[in-house]
Antibody, heavy 121, light 110 residues
Framework: QVRLVESGGGVVQPGTSLRLSCATFGFTFSSYGMHWVRHIPGKGLQWVAVIWYDGKNKFYADSVKGRFTVSRDNSRDILYLQMNSLRVDDTAIYFC??????????????WGQGTLVTVSP | QSALTQPASVSASPGQSITISCTGTTNDIGGYNSVSWFQQHPGKAPKLIVYEVTNRPSGVSYRFSGSKSGNTASLTISGLQGEDEADYYCSSFSITYTWIFGGGTKLTVL
């Protein structure tokens, strides 16, 4: 069955970097766009980024543009989120989610369990 | 990329129906039939309950239905049950090829 497993979260200081991974199982990873979404405590869900099936098109929320980079390894079925210049307001649970199609189309029903990123001085 | 506007909370008794609104602009909800709704219980990942305005994924109860008029989308839950108590988020594709979420609505089943 379809499964997504995030890893790489942790506690870091402002200004530092972190890379999240999302290992996927049970579907043809290279055929789907993939999203990152975060849940900020007390504020709700915030869409972060999407990467198309082949990695050639990527789009970001304004709040992370220029600091975060989404990428994928279709040979290993893994999605990544490189987070640089982290800020306190990046503190959140980060989820990866499969897209409904190959592009920026909506988020599908398949989500990971989330990984917690805490940015604290 | 302003968040879509949802009521902060709504409450009703078991068996009743509720509707949650989600207001955007012509650059998102009004311009595309790409509105989704998610249900999230505390400590859990969000669950997709409506996509492309009106469609339900397999396994989602018929009690959940979506609609859209102009720049406002709506989620209706009929025959409320205790298990429906959760946070609900709308989401829409936007003109900038990004996605926007609403601020979330906390549903309390009295």
């Amino acid at each position: 069955q379809v499964r997504l497993v995030e890893s790489g979260g942790g506690v870091v200081q402002p200004g530092t970097s972190l890379r999240l991974s999302c290992a996927t199982f049970g579907f043809t990873f290279s055929s789907y766009g993939m999203h990152w979404v975060r849940h900020i405590p007390g504020k709700g869900l915030q869409w972060v980024a999407v990467i198309w099936y082949d990695g050639k098109n990527k789009f970001y929320a304004d709040s992370v543009k220029g600091r975060f980079t989404v990428s994928r390894d279709n040979s290993r079925d893994i999605l990544y989120l490189q987070m640089n210049s982290l800020r306190v307001d990046d503190t959140a649970i980060y989820f990866c989610a499969r897209g409904r199609h190959y592009d920026s189309s909506g988020i599908d029903e398949y989500w990971g369990q989330g990984t917690l990123v805490t940015v604290s001085p | 990329q302003s968040a879509l506007t949802q009521p902060a909370s709504v409450s009703a008794s078991p068996g009743q129906s509720i509707t949650i609104s989600c207001t955007g602009t012509t650059n998102d909800i009004g311009g595309y039939n790409s509105v989704s709704w998610f249900q999230q219980h505390p400590g859990k990942a969000p669950k997709l309950i409506v996509y492309e305005v009106t469609n339900r994924p397999s396994g989602v109860s018929y009690r959940f239905s979506g609609s859209k008029s102009g720049n406002t989308a709506s989620l209706t839950i009929s025959g409320l049950q205790g298990e429906d108590e959760a946070d609900y988020y709308c989401s829409s594709f936007s003109i900038t090829y990004t996605w926007i979420f609403g601020g979330g609505t906390k549903l309390t089943v009295l």
